[in-house]
């Protein structure tokens, strides 16, 4: 069986934007899914279960099938509750599409705790939480697919998102581990960087900007990398607006001493060490292939 008909896939903060996108196509394409959102708003206040049974009789409606939960990724029993609601529900786990996310962007001079733990706790311990919950039935069935939802916000780094993009690097160091813990149990784990019109972004991105990228765009990436066919593990790509393309890591080829050097020394070299010339891409996985 190839794609990811009959699997069991759980998308956290399906409720709307980029989730409910994912969810959408996943049903589409045989898929079982949990429809997991806290209902809440873009700053992650309030809750609801409107969101996440929309979209679940959105699914029905349209023949697919589909169970809601309204668990907080960020606590423990949350995400133990949404892997429950999926193996009580169909039978397993197959895949999880760290999506949740709240933002509360500030510059760094007026950062408060709160606002610093609100989002670290939503994208980086959710994907912790949720994936964990996961992670030994994946183990057991020797099958599982990951995605992280990341961000060029912590990839390329973006004004007044350092809590957010903070989490979202921190969600590609997890993979990155991941991706080596899973490999010899068949469960890859990756990461998408999306950028698409959602509620989140409506009054970040330009009006001609929101038009253009419709989340849809975004989904068959993620439906891509879910699936059995897909051997990718470790990796992060970028996709919106109709561009796809992978983000990775390139290192130079820098200077090898075989003396501890001065200060001044090293300073000497310092454009030869950052120069991008010759640069070869960085990572075991690449470095090995
Ligand atoms: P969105 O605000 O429409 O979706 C996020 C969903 O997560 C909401 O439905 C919300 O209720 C839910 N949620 C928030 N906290 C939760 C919690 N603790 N537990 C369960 N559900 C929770 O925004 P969008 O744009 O669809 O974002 C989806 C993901 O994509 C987020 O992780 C976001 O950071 C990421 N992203 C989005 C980009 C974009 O251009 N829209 C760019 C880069 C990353």
């Given amino acids: 069986m190839a794609g990811v008909e009959g699997r069991v896939v759980v998308v956290t903060g399906s409720g709307g934007g980029l989730g409910r996108q994912h969810a959408l196509l996943f049903a589409e394409r045989g898929a079982k899914v949990v429809i997991n959102d806290l209902g809440g708003s873009r700053d ?24 809601a939960n309204y668990d907080n990724v960020a606590t423990r029993e949350g995400a133990d509750g949404i892997v429950k609601t999926a193996i009580d529900a169909f039978g397993k786990i197959d895949v999880v599409v760290n999506n949740a996310g709240i933002l509360r962007d500030v510059t760094f001079i007026k950062m408060e705790d709160p606002q610093w733990d609100a989002v670290v706790k939503v994208h980086l311990y959710g994907a912790y939480n949720v994936t964990k919950a996961a992670w030994a039935h994946m183990r057991e069935q020797n099958f599982g697919r990951v995605i992280m939802t990341t961000s060029t916000s912590g990839l390329f780094g973006n004004f007044g998102q350092s809590n957010y993009g903070a989490a979202k690097l921190g969600m590609v160091g997890m993979m990155n581990t991941l991706a080596m813990e899973g490999r010899k149990y068949n469960i890859h784990v990756n990461a998408i960087a999306p950028i698409a019109a959602t509620r989140m972004t409506e009054d970040i991105l330009p009006e001609q900007m929101l038009q253009q990228f419709d989340p849809a765009f975004v989904s068959p990436a993620v439906v891509h990398l879910a699936s059995e066919d897909c051997q990718d593990t470790g990796i992060v790509v970028l996709a919106g607006g109709g561009q796809y393309a992978r983000v990775a890591y390139f290192q130079s080829a820098g200077v090898q001493l075989s003396e501890v050097p001065s200060v001044d020394e090293l300073a000497g070299k310092w454009a030869e060490i950052t120069g991008l010339d010759g640069a070869k891409p960085a990572g075991p996985f690449s470095a090995q292939s």
């Fill in 44 to 67: 992650g206040t309030g809750a609801g279960s409107e969101m996440a049974d929309n979209v679940v009789k959105e699914i029905q409606a349209a023949g697919g099938e589909a169970v």
